[in-house]
């Protein structure tokens, strides 16, 4: 990503350029709001695209899982594709091909590198772990044998793009004129209430940063 344009060939967007964002700002922007981060990688099997958590350090996306995991192990030191999309409201057309969505999506492609020192690897779980809610140093720490069974990979953010998608329907001019509704219906994610788990002890009570999600954005 670079302020004026997009950093590669392969990053450059062809269709739609009217919402193409390169900006690392904005980029950043929709990084922050964003929960689940889509990981693509190429295996033996052929492409496979799971759903994961992630962070943002520095000029960096993080994401982690277990040393089990095929992908993040295939993962290691080849080309990803990590895509972070947010659906901010569906957008009816007075046709239904015309229907769109309006939204704010991050596509990243690039090396993925094990975070492998042991004291980069703990400040990297961190930052993925709070990336949704502040809970790491209220939380019980992870032990030596949590560390060992967690794989970190870092992805730069250099050939990284956003497409961001806002407004009305664009429909044909004979539609606008015809009798079918359209607009725009919002959608929103809203944090709910913390719920104690069957089995936590009496006088146990959630964190701060727990309890102030409730009623918040997710996406905010
Ligand atoms: C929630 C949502 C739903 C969508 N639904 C559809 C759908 O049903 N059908 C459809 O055709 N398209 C849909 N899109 C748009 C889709 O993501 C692509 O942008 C679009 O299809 C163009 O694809 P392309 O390969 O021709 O893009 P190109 O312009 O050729 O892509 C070139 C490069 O631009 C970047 N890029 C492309 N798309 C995005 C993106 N969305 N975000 C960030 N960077 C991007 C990537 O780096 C990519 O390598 C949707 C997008 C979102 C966020």
């Known amino acids: 990503m670079t302020e004026h344009g997009p950093a590669s060939a392969r990053t450059t967007m062809k269709r ?9 700002d904005e ?3 929709v990084l922050q709001a964003g929960m689940i981060a889509h990981v693509g990688v190429t ?15 520095g000029d960096n996306i993080l994401i982690h899982g277990s040393i089990a995991n095929a992908m993040l192990r295939g993962g290691r030191g080849i080309d990803v594709c ?13 046709s239904p091909l015309h229907n769109s969505m309006n939204y704010r999506s991050v596509v990243i492609r690039g090396l993925a590198s094990p975070v492998t020192d042991p004291a980069d690897q703990a400040d990297a779980l961190k930052v ?13 720490p ?16 250099t050939e990284a793009s956003a497409k961001i998608r806002g407004g009305d329907p664009i429909d044909d001019a004979e539609d606008i004129a015809g009798p079918h509704w359209a ?4 959608l929103t994610s809203t944090w709910g209430e913390p719920i104690d788990a069957a089995d936590l002890n009496d006088g ?3 964190s701060p940063a727990v309890v102030g999600l409730a009623g918040t954005d997710a996406h905010g």
Request: hydrophobic fraction near 45%; glycine fraction near 8%; avoid cysteine.
């Open 183 to 186: 607009g725009v219906v919002p």
């Open 27 to 29: 980029i950043r922007g």
């Open 82 to 94: 990590i895509t972070v999309t947010i659906v901010d409201g569906l957008v009816v057309a007075r």
């Open 128 to 140: 993925i772990n709070d990336h949704i809610a502040p809970i790491w140093d209220t939380a019980r």
């Open 43 to 57: 295996t033996e099997d052929g492409p496979i695209v799971l759903p994961m958590a992630y962070g943002v350090r």
């Open 204 to 206: 146990i009570v959630p």
């Open 16 to 24: 739609g350029t009217n919402r193409a964002v390169y900006s690392p």
């Open 142 to 157: 992870p032990s030596k044998i949590d560390y060992k069974q967690t794989l970190v990979l870092s992805v730069p953010l």
